[in-house]
């Protein structure tokens, strides 16, 4: 089992960034993949970003290529998403996610992640 604890979303104007982070306990951390979904209202929960358990490998959503990046620190057994030039569009709830099942390749599913973060809320203004 991994626990998950996130930080760092907030209201922020369009063009503007954040940095969510993702600390992360119970299994050793380059063991698993790991990805950033959102949900906004009425939506499904997408995939954003994901990391392969050692960091080797990465995948993005079309719509946040070039503006986000996903990385994780093996110090501190924690994952970011760093999101650059925000637009309204990407306002939604942020969940962080491990899927222990998979030690190499990153799942795209939702159902294909075992663990969860309690979500941090990001909302854009134009």
């Known amino acids: 089992q991994v626990q998950l604890v996130e930080s760092g979303g907030g209201l922020v104007q369009a063009g503007d960034s954040l940095r969510l982070s993702c600390a992360a306990s119970?299994?050793?951390?380059?063991?698993?993949?790991m990805g950033w979904f959102r949900q906004a209202p009425g939506k499904e929960r997408e995939l954003v970003a994901g990391i392969t358990g050692k960091g080797g490998s990465t995948r993005y959503a079309d719509s946040v290529k070039g503006r986000f990046t996903i990385s994780r620190d093996y110090v501190e057994n924690t994952l970011y998403l760093q999101m650059n030039d925000l637009k309204p569009a990407d306002t939604a709830v942020y969940y962080c996610a491990a899927s222990p099942n998979y030690t190499t390749g990153i799942p795209e599913r939702a159902y294909q992640y075992n663990n969860w973060g309690q979500g941090t809320q990001v909302t854009v203004s134009s």
């Open positions: 119970g299994r050793t951390f380059s063991t698993y993949a």
